[in-house]
């Protein structure tokens, strides 16, 4: 079946650690995104790319990186700047461009820091 | 600046009862919208979308939708909630003005009474 694969679904990272949470696709989707979301809030854009090997920051992009060598791949990585990386996280993929083309998620990755 | 407001963050109705989940939106351009439902620690499901097809969208397990754009609203109505409806709902809007990003309200936590 054609879907959105995130692993692990729980993570435990250490302090100063670097994390890395796998996002993969078989939609044939050109455009990928990385949201957080923190318990009882909503989603809010950490990066997002619209085609392989280009991405850009979203709203909250500091303590985190990612890459996009291949389309069905959009792995994010926590790194030991974001100070308070505690929170469920959503890959998600759509068709690019202009049109509103619906966005399908994943099932999410918990992160805790231990 | 564009966005999307969710008017009640909890709503709590009894089984069999309506349900109403009110979202507004303002943007300089006619959006796409979108309601999505997320259960406990999954990723978020797509319930329907409006494009400008029909202001009256339906969507899955009975939840429809209507699109007025007098009153920038996109409210999510089921005449009977079900148990299985307690959930978190997202109202989400793609702004057809170039910028690539979906715009997602606060959320609105459903309870169903039995």
């Known amino acids: 079946d054609g879907g959105i694969t995130q692993s692990p679904k729980y993570l435990f990272r250490k302090e100063g650690q670097n994390v890395t949470l796998s996002c993969e696709q078989n939609l044939n989707h050109d455009a990928m995104y990385w949201y957080r979301q923190d318990p009882g809030q909503g989603l809010r854009l950490i990066y997002y790319?619209?085609?392989?090997?280009?991405?850009q920051k979203g709203d909250i992009a500091e303590g985190y990186s990612v890459s996009r060598e291949k389309k069905e791949s959009f792995p994010l990585t926590v790194t030991s700047a974001q100070k308070n990386p505690t929170a469920f996280y959503l890959c998600?993929?759509?068709?690019?461009?202009?049109?509103?083309?619906?966005?399908?998620f994943g099932e999410g990755s918990w992160l805790t820091v231990v | 600046a564009q966005s999307v407001t969710q008017l009640d963050s909890h709503v709590s109705v009894s089984e069999g009862t309506p349900v109403l989940l009110r979202c507004n939106y303002s943007?300089?351009?006619?959006?796409?919208l979108f309601w999505y439902v997320q259960h406990p620690n999954k990723g978020l499901q797509l319930l329907l979308k409006?494009?400008?097809?029909?202001?009256l969208v339906k969507g899955i397990n009975g939840f429809e939708a209507e699109f007025k754009k007098s009153e920038t609203s996109f409210h999510l109505t089921k005449p009977s909630a079900h148990m299985s409806d307690a959930a978190e709902y997202f109202c989400?809007?793609?702004?057809?003005?170039?910028?690539?990003?979906?715009?997602f309200g606060t959320g609105t936590r459903l309870k169903v009474l039995a």
């Open positions: 989400v809007a793609f702004p057809t003005s170039g910028t690539y990003k979906y715009i």
């Open positions: 409006y494009t400008s097809a029909a202001t």
């Open positions: 998600a993929s759509s068709i690019a461009g202009i049109s509103g083309y619906t966005i399908y």
């Open positions: 790319s619209q085609i392989v090997n280009d991405f």
């Open positions: 943007s300089s351009y006619s959006p796409s």
